[in-house]
């Protein structure tokens, strides 16, 4: 399988790559397949509800273009959303959003998201427990 235009476009002009100075949660997260690295920069802010929502998020990869495309992919989709809604982004729907990703490329997605929802338990003061999807990608193979 080929990468799509639009991960091509993701990876070449990553969107929303750097760092948050002052961020109100940061999220490091390490790739157990491959040993590559993601860190997610968090800004919490409030909707019209009062909720609290993704003000502003950034990334900075160390892994290859599928994961700096994914990473770039979340932070499009993450932006504006409730914490809640923010951690249920799944690695499926990265992957969909990207025109899709080879399967052996699947794992690099997981990355963004688990980067996320470890900063956001590191904004809420909560302990990082890994979702079921990255325990599942342990256990495959490059
Ligand atoms: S994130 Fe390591 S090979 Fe893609």
Do not use: W
């Not at 997260?29 to 409030?46: E, H, R, S, W």
């Not at 969909?96 to 338990?121: F, M």
């Amino acid at each position: 399988m080929q990468y799509s235009d639009i991960l091509m476009d993701h990876f070449k002009n990553p969107r929303n790559q750097g760092e948050i100075k002052n961020a109100d949660g940061i999220g490091e997260v390490g790739n157990p397949v491959c040993g590559d690295m993601m860190k997610i920069y968090l800004k919490v802010g409030k909707n019209n509800y009062g909720q609290e929502i993704v003000e502003d998020i950034k990334f900075q990869t160390l892994g290859c273009g599928a994961a700096i495309a994914s990473s770039s992919m979340l932070t499009e989709m993450a932006k504006g959303l409730t914490l809640d809604e923010a951690k249920k982004i799944t690695r499926q729907q990265i992957a969909d959003k990207l025109g899709g990703l080879p399967k052996e490329k699947i794992h690099c997605s997981v990355l963004a998201g688990e980067g996320l929802k470890k900063a956001i338990a590191d904004y809420r003061g909560e302990i990082f427990k890994e979702s079921a999807e990255a325990k599942d990608v342990e256990n495959a193979h490059c």
